[in-house]
């Protein structure tokens, strides 16, 4: 570790940020998702925070949770692509930390675009940008999370923000999990479920008519729906290779979760790679029959492991272009490190020996015993998103931290991703008007989702069918306050791109 390293973190934690990270309290074999800390008692719930919350007069349907930007270096500019961070915000603890759903924000934390989840016990996870028909997209899984797996289904918008697919699993079995909804080139989706069946458990000390959550992975046809590829855990991987103790699980309420699959990624040659977080493996899963490849970690590890290659609990396997391939390594609950961390590994096929190519640890270091990511750019930089902690992180090629984006305390998100999104929504701009305290007015205007969006113009009149320019203003954020000396009494807002075009208008409204 080089001098300057030290001297950035320290400075980092002395400084208040990273050292308002809380302490984890863990749960030995936990494997579901909850808060990062113990849950007060009703009563002693804090109330909200508005410093943590957005509220907008255009928009007051919108209060998603304010994210935080901090530099390791704040003379020096951030790097300024890719331009959005896309979050599935989960509250856990009431509405003080805002809304639920789906957020786009910009690098410098602002609101780009938030969808607030219909339900409260609906909840968005894996919010990213792919691509489907050769056009970018957004992709989410959406449903209910009882204990560490989810029932729900996989959706797709396009760039207006319209819902364009829906993706589910097939074969009789119910509901898709929450930790996978991967697009390939082929417009399949890759997908996974948790099946629980019966099964004898005594050979890991459970009943003899235990039931067991048989991790089931799919390839969907999106269009149609059709199951292209099936393949069942239990056979291929034996019960005996998990790491969870059967200690309360193995009841058909609550089955043995002995796999826990929680990543789905497409190898060079078509195969598949697929993280377990309860076996501490990697498998590489053969798309021709289903059958293992070789397996990276666990008890049944075909690899010779370097020293630092050991992982726990993982999330996140992909194979990088170098091929390499990254992981998240929670090394939590129960832990079996003092930090979690971003790992890229050297894989050797041929001598079948791993070896750590790379690292990224943040300055407080962070441990997550569950959830989290790691998205490698093309340039070398890196992201982590550090899962039930409320961290994104930002890394140079070198593994240095460059940047956190904080979200409030009791917000999740599932996974983090960088990427530059062009959103062009089909509704109309919003606005509000308030009297000014000087003179005039105080119009405000957004467009939720409108990335192209530069300046903003003012109309107004005495009819709403008659209206004229009035001042056209810089974009100041998501919503923009603008002073106007008009009286109106309509007022309306029109979007300008970069080349003073008219993007959208809003409808006429009376002012106040």
């Known amino acids: 570790m080089s001098e ?19 302490a984890v309290p863990l749960i030995s074999g936990y494997v579901g998702y909850r808060i990062p800390q113990t849950k007060p008692e009703p009563e002693v719930l804090p109330p909200p925070k508005a410093e943590e919350v957005h509220t907008f007069y255009s928009r007051p349907d919108l209060r998603p949770p304010k994210i935080k930007m901090s530099d390791a270096d704040p003379d020096t500019a951030p790097q300024p692509s890719p331009r959005h961070l896309f979050l599935g915000v989960k509250d856990y603890q009431g509405e003080g930390a805002g809304q639920a759903g789906m957020l786009i924000v910009n690098r410098r934390g602002e609101p780009v675009w938030f969808a607030v989840s219909d339900r409260d016990d609906r909840k968005p996870m894996d919010f990213r940008m792919q691509t489907y028909r050769g056009r970018p997209v957004l992709t989410t899984w959406q449903g209910a999370a009882p204990i560490g797996f989810g029932k729900g289904k996989c959706l797709v918008f396009d760039q207006s923000y319209r819902q364009i697919a829906e993706v589910n699993t097939g074969g009789g079995v119910a509901d898709a999990d929450l930790h996978e909804f991967l697009i390939t080139d082929r417009d399949t989706a890759l997908i996974m479920a948790y099946d629980p069946v019966q099964r004898d458990l005594s050979s890991v000390g459970g009943a003899s008519d235990g039931w067991v959550s048989d991790g089931v992975i799919q390839e969907i046809d999106i269009e149609t729906g059709e199951v292209l590829f099936d393949w069942r855990s239990l056979d291929h991987v034996d019960l005996t290779e998990s790491q969870l103790p059967v200690e309360g699980q193995g009841t058909k309420d609550h089955p043995y979760d002995y796999i826990h699959l929680n990543s789905i990624g497409l190898d060079d040659d078509g195969d598949l790679l697929v993280s377990a977080r309860n076996t501490w493996a990697i498998y590489k899963i053969a798309k021709s029959d289903g059958s293992l490849r070789w397996t990276l970690g666990g008890k049944n590890t075909d690899f010779r492991l370097g ?112 990427g530059d999104w062009v959103g062009r929504p089909d509704d109309k701009p919003a606005l509000a008007v308030r009297k000014n305290a000087a003179r005039g007015v105080l119009v405000y205007a957004s467009w939720n989702g409108a990335t192209e969006v530069r300046r903003w113009r003012v109309l107004a009149g005495q009819r709403a069918d008659d209206l004229s320019e009035e001042v056209t203003v810089p974009r100041g954020g998501f919503e923009t306050a603008i002073s106007c000396d008009a009286a109106g009494p309509f007022f309306a807002v029109a979007a300008l791109d970069k080349h003073g075009n008219e993007l959208g208008r809003s409808e006429p409204i009376r002012g106040r």
Not at 377 to 382: E, F, K, N, T
Request: net charge negative; charged share 25%.
């Open 4 to 22: 300057t390293r030290v001297s950035r973190r320290r400075f980092f934690t002395g400084a208040g940020v990273a050292g308002t990270v809380a």
């Open 307 to 418: 020293k630092g290659v050991e992982f726990a609990w993982q999330h996140d396997a992909r194979r990088q272009p170098d091929g390499t391939l990254s992981l998240f390594d929670n090394a939590s609950s129960p832990p079996q490190a003092n930090r979690s961390r971003g790992l890229v590994l050297e894989l050797d096929e041929d001598a079948m020996t791993a070896t750590v190519d790379r690292e990224y640890v943040h300055p407080a270091g962070l441990l997550c015993d569950n959830q989290g990511n790691l998205q490698l750019l093309d340039d070398g930089r890196a992201i982590v998103g550090w899962g039930c902690q409320p961290y994104t992180s930002e890394f140079d090629a070198d593994g240095e931290w460059l940047t956190d984006w904080r979200s409030p305390e009791f917000v999740q998100s599932y996974r983090a991703y960088l």
